[in-house]
């Protein structure tokens, strides 16, 4: 009640989390996320994909530096799930059985040192969803983890300053070599010249989000 009488952010556009990102330039860079943004994003991910936290218990690989890794409790709330954390993929192997994980997320380098880890051992029975993301998802190791882990696999893409820009099931990605799934509602993208010009379909260019 203590807590509940407190007052809460007084702007949305008020600066709630620095995230810092070294996206897949290598060089870091800082990222601030308002109020607003950061609720726009969890309710984004609710609205676009909540088979993703089907209850029960939920693991979750990312880093609490990441705005995924943050925004991993706030939609663990909602649905009454049970969030668990690990340092490692042994330890996340040992939660998944101990716990009885039915839904995992996990960025695609993650997926690719978590997968050995099983060996010859059957999936998890308790799993129901792998959630992948941070970079293309190769066809093979997609193959690889609907038989060794989990057949029903959602893949979502973005960064940091953008949120989550596209998504798609195992059976989208499967159907065109190279896909990062379909552009979400909420999202324009173009493609653009050296100039920051539009350019017709079917021409190569610079992606604007």
Excluded at 93 to 113: D, N, P
């Amino acid at each position: 009640a203590s807590l509940l009488s407190r007052p809460g952010f007084a702007d949305p556009a008020g600066i709630v989390r620095y995230v810092y990102t070294s996206g897949t330039t290598g060089f870091p860079k800082c990222v601030a996320l308002s109020e607003a943004v950061l609720e726009a994003r969890v309710f984004n991910w609710m609205l676009t994909t909540p088979t993703q936290y089907p209850g029960g218990s939920g693991l979750n690989m990312l880093g609490f530096s990441t705005v995924l890794g943050i925004i991993a409790p706030l939609l663990s709330l909602p649905f009454g799930q049970a969030l668990c954390f690990a340092s490692g993929n042994v330890e996340a192997l040992q939660m998944i059985r101990t716990f009885k994980v039915e839904s995992l997320s996990l960025m695609v380098a993650q997926l690719q040192g978590f997968l050995p880890v099983l060996g010859a051992e059957p999936p998890p029975p308790s799993l129901k969803i792998v959630v992948v993301g941070g970079s293309r998802l190769a066809p093979a190791m997609l193959r690889t983890a609907r038989a060794r882990l989990c057949s029903n696999i959602a893949f979502g893409y973005g960064s940091t300053e953008m949120g989550n820009i596209t998504g798609g099931t195992g059976d989208s990605l499967e159907r065109a070599e190279g896909s990062a799934g379909y552009i979400r509602p909420w999202v324009e993208m173009q493609v653009v010249d050296a100039n920051g010009v539009a350019v017709p379909r079917g021409t190569d260019g610079v992606i604007r989000v």
